[in-house]
């Protein structure tokens, strides 16, 4: 990964990368573009690696405190992605932390509005707030994001049974999510 070209070393970073792949890998799974309505465009993946972030950062704010400064860094090392793709992308470096600022407003926003929602266990309310952020605008909105808010609770779940340990050595997992079984129009 590129952003352990430049980052300072320390106990945590082959900690921190092992996570890292684990939930970029799970973000990248075609069936949440396929069958979850998910749009596989720039702005699409962001939305669901943030998603990944959230999940992690929330399994983690329970942990000891070596598990919330992994959490700290794997967050850092997703903004360090971004900020080496925007770059990638022909961005001007003096356009480049005008855009992460309000990235990262995204982000945590997206944090707030996602925790408000899995805290209370309701996925219509996620689903609509993951709608109102995956398709901003009106005419995208047909696309139905009850799938996904359930995955996320399922996900959510699943990682509160992941150990300590399993947090502490970069090896916390996610459920695969599943195909699923549309009629066709």
Request: net charge negative.
């Amino acid at each position: 990964m590129i952003f352990g070209l430049f980052r300072k070393r320390n106990h945590n970073q082959i900690i921190v990368v092992r996570q890292y792949e684990v939930l970029t890998t799970m973000a990248r799974q075609p069936v949440f573009y396929t069958d979850y309505d998910v749009p596989d465009t720039v702005m699409g993946r962001f939305e669901l690696l943030s998603v990944m972030m959230i999940l992690f950062f929330r399994r983690t704010r329970s942990s000891t405190t070596s598990g919330q400064e992994l959490a700290q860094e794997i967050v850092d090392a997703f903004f360090e992605d971004i900020d080496y793709s925007i770059r990638e992308l022909g961005i001007g470096d003096n356009s480049v932390p005008k855009r992460m600022k309000k990235l990262a407003g995204m982000f945590y926003g997206r944090l707030e509005s996602y925790a408000a929602a899995m805290d209370g266990n309701d996925r219509a309310a996620l689903a609509t707030a993951l709608q109102r952020n995956i398709y901003p605008k009106a005419e995208q909105a047909a696309a139905s994001m009850a799938e996904l808010a359930g995955w996320m609770l399922t996900a959510e779940a699943h990682l509160a049974a992941v150990t300590e340990e399993q947090i502490a050595t970069g090896s916390a997992t996610l459920p695969q999510p599943p195909k699923l079984d549309r009629q066709l129009g």
